[in-house]
């Protein structure tokens, strides 16, 4: 029997005893170690199977404890398909609702559902006002000086020591930092690859990219995408002989919150290799995972120097601070080259003070802390949509980051939505930014980084009810 | 008798009773109202007679005072004549010193005569400090979250507010912020043009832009420029039919130094606005006057919202901050779209503690002081090259900046002398890296932010030895 089946086949069985009610909310699940006896299977289909049910949101972890079944009633609200774009690679603009939406960005009056990024409740401010000072204090010159040309040291040091946990084994020589990840991103495309040439992307995937793909005068091809898996393989396969790069977004990706198995990341940077195409890899909700282990990246499995791992603290600590970097591998000359054409230096207090927080323990209990926020939200947020949205409604079940991706019935219009709610003071941000064709008309991406309160559940109820007006 | 004529013809009595001893080091001028009285002419020529006189270095202008005939000798190194490029843009690749040259930043091992900025000793870092600390108290959520697009609201308001002293008239909402000045040339140039646009640009012309525009795929057409006056606003109008773009920096330019006179900027600006040709002015020297005023920008002439400003505090506060703005005139729009594309947003503290600085009186004093370091230091430069250098230098005549441009004699390659001074720590700028063609072999740029001391006057003695060896 494969080990697909097997996995599938255990999680089936518990999932059926939950929704039956044989097990019941609350009842401790048997460990990994005893599910591997009690089926014969291997330590990783074991953490497979309880994965598969933290996503499917029937059980939780619990640090230390184990795996409970969950305290809030089953979702019923069914996964959104496999998306099935053109596979035709095009250049169209990217919608313009777009720049209507990111111009809310910063507006204190709206409900920012449209954003995906942590409220500044769930971040340790001051911690990180310490760490700044502490920066301008310990720095040559308070930072005034241009720095080397690869970027802040310390961070890039704590940067390396931290991609152990991922299996990433990465020296501070491989790293460069940049403003934020979108910047490495840039950086890597304009340093990669040359107007007309043909980008894959998932689909859906984040609006920025999309921009910047055609900003840079690339074509971008979407490829399917499981909302639970992520890319599917064989459609990237059998775009191969029509792409020169490959941008993904393989843990956590927005708006799907998809997380590609291990074995699907070792195929893809295994094949990109052999056919020498580039793999920039944003992995910025890597660490933003809602099971109990941090997931790999392409990166992990990268034995050629073939793929930029991009990342930042923009989704876990402060997107404000605009501090990333990029791993990019054979690549690091160009990308020098680059960063120092287009930005010559980074802010090097605010890296400086980054580093600190990372080489502190204070990251981890961070990370801890906001990682179980953003589960418990999700459950919240799918629950208040079970409630208050259409009939037909599907959301998708994201195993980490910060987004939900909701699917209205068929002809629902979520345009007119945005317009709509932005009159309520709330902000969404519609499908079609999401992708550069005709599709995702009735999805929609909402931000989980909001705290849960009365208020939000209100602005949800809102919505709700504004979807069942269109 | 034209108004040119009169200030050249008053200018040089000055200097020939200078010159000849009639004036002695030391002696007082008369007063710019005098001076008006004298010969009959208007405040603005005789305030060009005196600043030409700086220029020269003939003269020295001390606050509340007045002017003086300099203390220093006379210097009797020639100018170097003005640059005669191709007329033909081309795409070459420019020169691998320029990498090798950029490796060395941050490099404390290294007199880095090479690097465009002011050394940590001339920088208010105490101050500065203090400013940043205050940000992460004042900001809400410490700076942590995406800022509105357009950038700190107290930066943009501030930096309006001092438009005034160069006739700017700037409103808040005329300006975006970015990371640096070259993050905003480099905005510019991906907004406003496409792969195979032809630029113009001085020659010879600062590195930085010279690879931004061949990694965006555009050409490069260099003008003939003036070492004191910059741009030959003949070899513009030659070139219009062939030139998209237009990249100039009208104030004190890298490498020559030289200041746009008033009238050629306003020319310039309505000759390009008439054919509709974007100006990109790179003003991010003009604080950094060394006569009485500040210079108007082109800017300062700009009727049709033509000419995008940008400008930064990298020359004159702190480098390593990475703050830099840009009033993109009628292309708002467009460069609002391409920062969302590549940055998102800005590093708020850094920009909000910039912002509170130069709301201070703190920012002028510390101009006045950097300007009057500056102006010294040039002296000094220019004494120990004098002194050191082989017979047939030229140097050029910086009316502000950071920068002085050395000749040696046809023949010698300053390529050769970078290899053979970086063996003795030295780090020198040479020519080649300021063109796109086989020009400036024989040249080099020193800069002079870094303090004067008998360390300085020795490694200048050792690069003037190394320079007669070659």
């Known amino acids: ?22 097990l019941k909310s609350g009842d401790k699940l048997p460990s990994v170690r005893m599910l591997c006896e009690e089926h014969g299977i291997s330590m990783n289909t074991a953490k497979r199977v ?23 009633p089953y979702l019923k609200l069914p996964l959104p398909a496999v998306s099935r774009p053109s596979a035709r690679a095009n250049d169209n603009e990217p919608d313009e609702l777009t720049s209507k939406v990111y111009a809310n960005m910063g507006n204190d009056a709206l409900t920012l559902f449209s954003i995906s990024a942590p409220a500044g409740e769930l971040l340790p401010l001051a911690k990180l006002k310490k760490d700044i000072v502490q920066a301008t204090r310990d720095l040559k010159e308070a930072g005034t000086a241009y720095e080397p040309l690869q970027g802040n040291v ?67 091809l979407e490829l399917p995408t499981h909302p639970v898996t992520g890319l599917e393989i064989a459609a990237l396969k059998a775009a191969i002989p029509k792409i020169n790069l490959c941008l993904l977004v393989p843990n956590f990706n927005t708006p799907l919150g998809s997380c590609m198995p291990d074995e699907h990341k070792k195929e893809i940077v295994a094949l990109l290799a052999k056919h020498n195409i580039p793999l920039i890899e944003d992995d910025i909700y890597g660490d933003l995972y809602f099971g109990t282990q941090r997931p790999k990246c392409c990166k992990s499995f990268d034995k050629e120097g073939n793929v930029l791992w991009c990342s930042s603290v923009s989704k876990t600590l402060a997107p404000g ?24 230096s980074s802010a090097t207090i605010i890296q400086e003070s980054v580093a600190n927080f990372l080489g502190s323990g204070k990251y981890e209990n961070h990370l801890r802390h906001l990682r179980r926020t953003l589960q418990s939200n999700y459950q919240h947020y799918v629950h208040a949509i079970a409630e208050y949205f259409p009939e037909g409604t599907k959301t998708s079940r994201p195993q980490g980051g910060l987004a939900i991706w909701v699917e209205l019935s068929k002809g629902a219009d979520t345009k007119q939505l945005y317009d709509l709610a932005i009159k309520r003071s709330i902000s969404i941000a519609p499908g079609r930014m999401f992708t550069l064709q005709n599709q995702f008309e009735n999805c929609m991406r909402l931000c989980i980084g909001l705290p849960w309160s009365a208020d939000i559940r209100l602005k949800l109820k809102q919505l709700g009810q504004l979807a069942k007006s269109i």
């Open 1 to 22: 029997m494969s080990r697909d089946f097997l996995y599938n086949e255990i999680a089936n069985g518990i999932a059926g005893q939950i929704k039956t009610g044989v």
């Open 50 to 72: 309880f994965l598969e049910l933290e996503a499917q949101s029937l059980i939780d972890s619990k640090p230390q404890s184990g795996y409970f079944v969950s305290r809030l």
């Open 154 to 220: 310390k961070l890039r040091r704590i940067v390396a020591i931290r991609s152990l946990g991922w299996g990433g084994h990465l020296h501070e020589d491989d790293l460069i930092t940049t403003n934020g990840a979108m910047n490495a991103v840039s950086l890597c495309l304009m340093a990669l690859g040359k107007p007309g040439d043909t980008i894959a992307m998932e689909s859906p995937c984040y609006s920025g990219m999309l921009q910047l793909a055609i900003s840079l005068g690339f074509k971008v």
């Open 321 to 344: 601070y605009r501090v990333g970097w990029v791993a990019p591998g054979k690549y690091k000359a160009q990308l020098l080259k680059l960063k120092l054409i287009h930005a010559i």
